[in-house]
């Protein structure tokens, strides 16, 4: 990945030029590869052990042929698949990496679950024959429930399959030394327990055994990939720039990274949104980034725009956008595995941009609200039989609207919502707890056009309960400037959660775990004094997103 162009107008490459300015005057890359935690904080505190992903394109060569070694082992026992289940570092970095490389003949077909509806569980299980697929739990706390859920469910379900005795060697679990995980891995007899480095934090975990398991599988070459990642080391130049770039917009109110990429590499987006949110998004300030926004005819003044490049099909809108005077950085790649240096570069700028913004970038500490919530209501439920219940304020068609609409029409109810936010400084986020099919993301994102062209404010969606590994820290901890829009949606069927990995108890399904979610997060928004407006879309998600979208135009 190369920086070609910065398209600006003449303040803001001033402004540009002054940050990169200061970054030399003040050593800071420097500072960083000799893990200086003066940078943001006086203190050290989970910075100084989380600076390991620098060192990851040396350490993980030494890691390659036990990588190697387990997936080659798959293919000659007859696997074909290979199922990731993982929640936001653990599953975004593997995702990009099975969009972007696709799979390699004879290798795994690997497919990520992130997700705890119903029907994308019982999905996912329809689609895969348990004796021909590897299962990869990737947690590096080892206690992420969602994670743990679906481990319990799918090794129930392979033990169902092909048996108990058999049911262990199909699975290969990733974590840190000492986890509840690896503890369980062992106990069940796991083929493969890969061990992470523990300096490394989730989001910045791409080019550890995170990313780099599923890579393998699908049939990367993992040495060229570590070659990429090495030289954005040796040549840090780009994600300096980059760093220079959303600092100089951060210090002139240009807080909305908007992110557009070739087709080729418009996977990447859902990666870097995670890690940019995620460690900006913190002391009532932030970078929000906007991926796979539709397009629109033009944009407020609080924008960014970083161009990801593999081709030449969007160079005509990138340069109508450069033409009206906004800020365009553009990232050339020349290939596929310009992926490894992107991480790398996306690592450092993401780094430098917390030391503009005057935050500690490698912490989540608004993330942990939503959690405690929902366990709560997890815990209402299995002392009660049931979780709260909520009267709907308003009824109209499938919809139901929770809440304070302040209105008597869906059509008032939306209007009043939207009517809170300002141009050049509010965003909408949507927050979609739904089984996110082709169809139902056809319809999101022509909701997310709808508001842009009703509102002009950046719109952003969230996928629950990923988002809140991701983008949930900024919603909490930037601001305040956010709608929220949260979708709730039924289920056509549960699945039970077990007790416990091969037992066949279960005292709650994922149907009550994602609406404990969806409440948990609903409240920390509350408490945390953000505006949100909750639509139950109904049994039928596409067509509660119809009418919604009725309702909007």
Same mark, same amino acid.
């Given at each position: 990945?190369?920086?070609?162009?910065?398209?600006?107008?003449?303040?803001?490459?001033?402004?540009?030029?002054?940050?990169?300015?200061?970054?030399?005057?003040?050593?800071?890359?420097?500072?960083?590869?000799?893990?200086?935690?003066?940078?943001?904080?006086?203190?050290?505190?989970?910075?100084?052990?989380?600076?390991?992903?620098?060192?990851?394109?040396?350490? /993980? *060569?030494?890691?390659?042929?036990?990588?190697?070694?387990?997936?080659?082992?798959?293919?000659?026992?007859?696997?074909?698949?290979?199922?990731?289940?993982?929640?936001?570092?653990?599953?975004?970095?593997?995702?990009?990496?099975?969009?972007?490389?696709?799979?390699?003949? &004879?290798?795994?077909?690997?497919?990520?679950?992130?997700?705890?509806?119903?029907?994308?569980?019982?999905?996912?299980?329809?689609?895969?024959?348990?004796?021909?697929?590897?299962?990869?739990?990737?947690?590096?706390?080892? $206690?992420?429930?969602?994670?743990?859920?679906?481990?319990?469910?799918?090794?129930?379900?392979?033990?169902?399959?092909?048996?108990?005795?058999?049911?262990?060697?199909?699975? =290969?679990?990733?974590?840190?030394? $000492?986890?509840?995980?690896?503890?369980?891995?062992?106990?069940?007899?796991?083929?493969?327990?890969?061990?992470?480095?523990?300096?490394?934090?989730?989001?910045?975990?791409?080019?550890?055994?995170? $990313?780099?398991?599923?890579?393998?599988?699908?049939?990367?070459?993992?040495?060229? !990939?570590?070659?990429?990642?090495?030289?954005?080391?040796?040549?840090?130049?780009?994600?300096?720039?980059?760093?220079?770039?959303?600092?100089?917009?951060?210090?002139?109110?240009?807080?909305?990274?908007?992110?557009?990429?070739?087709?080729?590499?418009?996977?990447?987006?859902?990666?870097?949104?995670?890690?940019?949110?995620?460690?900006?998004?913190?002391?009532?300030?932030?970078?929000?980034?906007?991926?796979?926004?539709?397009?629109?005819?033009? +944009?407020?003044?609080?924008? !960014?725009?970083?161009?990801?490049?593999?081709?030449?099909?969007?160079?005509?809108?990138?340069?109508?956008?450069?033409?009206?005077?906004?800020?365009?950085?553009?990232?050339?790649?020349?290939?596929?595995?310009?992926?490894? &240096?992107?991480?790398?570069?996306?690592?450092?700028?993401?780094?430098?941009?917390?030391?503009?913004?005057?935050?500690?970038?490698?912490?989540?500490?608004?993330?942990?609200?939503?959690?405690?919530?929902?366990?709560?209501?997890?815990?209402? +439920?299995?002392?009660?039989?049931?979780?709260?219940?909520?009267?709907?304020?308003?009824?109209?068609?499938?919809?139901?609207?929770?809440?304070?609409?302040?209105?008597?029409?869906?059509?008032?109810?939306?209007?009043?919502?939207?009517?809170?936010?300002?141009?050049?400084?509010?965003?909408?986020?949507?927050?979609?707890?739904?089984?996110?099919?082709?169809?139902? =993301?056809?319809?999101?994102?022509?909701?997310?056009? =709808?508001?842009?062209?009703?509102?002009?404010?950046?719109?952003?969606?969230?996928?629950?309960?990923?988002?809140?590994?991701?983008?949930?820290?900024?919603?909490?901890?930037?601001?305040?400037?956010?709608?929220?829009?949260?979708?709730?949606?039924?289920?056509?069927?549960?699945?039970?959660?077990?007790?416990?990995?091969?037992?066949?108890?279960?005292? /709650?399904?994922?149907?009550?775990?994602?609406?404990?979610?969806?409440?948990?997060?609903?409240?920390?928004?509350?408490?945390?004094?953000?505006?949100?407006? *909750?639509?139950?879309?109904?049994?039928?998600?596409? *067509? $509660?997103?119809?009418?919604?979208?009725?309702?909007?135009?």
């Amino acid at each position: 990945m190369k920086v070609t162009a910065l398209h600006a107008p003449e303040d803001f490459v001033a402004s540009a030029r002054q940050a990169a300015q200061r970054l030399d005057t003040e050593r800071i890359y420097d500072r960083i590869l000799a893990r200086d935690h003066t940078v943001w904080r006086p203190e050290p505190n989970e910075i100084a052990n989380r600076l390991g992903w620098l060192d990851s394109p040396q350490i /993980m *060569r030494a890691q390659l042929d036990s990588i190697r070694a387990v997936v080659d082992a798959a293919r000659q026992e007859g696997y074909t698949h290979a199922l990731l289940l993982g929640m936001g570092g653990s599953s975004l970095a593997p995702e990009v990496l099975r969009a972007v490389f696709g799979v390699a003949d &004879g290798f795994l077909d690997l497919a990520v679950l992130d997700s705890t509806h119903p029907d994308a569980v019982l999905a996912t299980a329809r689609a895969l024959d348990p004796a021909r697929t590897l299962f990869i739990p990737a947690t590096k706390s080892g $206690g992420t429930v969602e994670t743990l859920s679906l481990l319990k469910y799918f090794y129930n379900f392979c033990t169902d399959a092909i048996g108990r005795d058999a049911a262990g060697s199909h699975f =290969a679990a990733i974590t840190d030394p $000492g986890s509840g995980l690896e503890a369980l891995a062992a106990r069940l007899g796991f083929r493969h327990i890969f061990r992470n480095d523990p300096n490394i934090g989730g989001r910045y975990s791409a080019l550890s055994f995170y $990313g780099l398991v599923a890579a393998g599988a699908v049939g990367i070459d993992l040495n060229r !990939l570590l070659d990429r990642a090495q030289a954005a080391l040796d040549d840090p130049q780009p994600g300096l720039q980059l760093g220079a770039f959303l600092g100089a917009g951060s210090e002139r109110g240009r807080d909305k990274l908007t992110l557009i990429a070739s087709p080729g590499l418009q996977a990447a987006g859902a990666w870097i949104e995670q890690l940019i949110a995620e460690s900006t998004g913190k002391g009532g300030t932030g970078l929000l980034p906007v991926d796979l926004e539709p397009a629109a005819t033009a +944009y407020g003044d609080d924008r !960014l725009f970083v161009y990801l490049r593999l081709d030449d099909a969007l160079d005509d809108r990138v340069a109508s956008l450069a033409a009206a005077g906004h800020p365009v950085l553009q990232l050339d790649h020349s290939d596929a595995y310009d992926l490894g &240096g992107t991480f790398l570069h996306w690592e450092i700028a993401t780094a430098i941009a917390g030391f503009f913004l005057a935050i500690h970038p490698f912490d989540q500490p608004n993330v942990e609200a939503a959690k405690v919530l929902a366990r709560d209501m997890v815990a209402t +439920y299995q002392q009660q039989g049931s979780l709260p219940a909520a009267e709907p304020a308003l009824v109209e068609g499938d919809l139901a609207l929770y809440g304070d609409p302040g209105a008597d029409t869906l059509q008032e109810a939306l209007a009043a919502f939207l009517a809170a936010g300002h141009k050049g400084q509010s965003y909408i986020a949507l927050q979609a707890y739904v089984h996110a099919t082709p169809d139902v =993301a056809q319809h999101l994102a022509a909701l997310r056009g =709808a508001l842009l062209a009703r509102t002009g404010l950046a719109t952003t969606l969230g996928i629950g309960p990923r988002f809140l590994h991701s983008t949930g820290q900024l919603h909490k901890g930037d601001g305040g400037h956010g709608l929220f829009l949260q979708l709730t949606a039924g289920a056509r069927a549960d699945a039970p959660i077990p007790d416990e990995a091969g037992a066949p108890s279960s005292g /709650m399904g994922f149907g009550v775990l994602i609406q404990a979610q969806a409440s948990g997060d609903r409240q920390a928004l509350s408490d945390a004094g953000r505006k949100v407006l *909750r639509i139950h879309l109904g049994s039928d998600t596409g *067509r $509660g997103l119809e009418q919604l979208l009725q309702a909007l135009n």
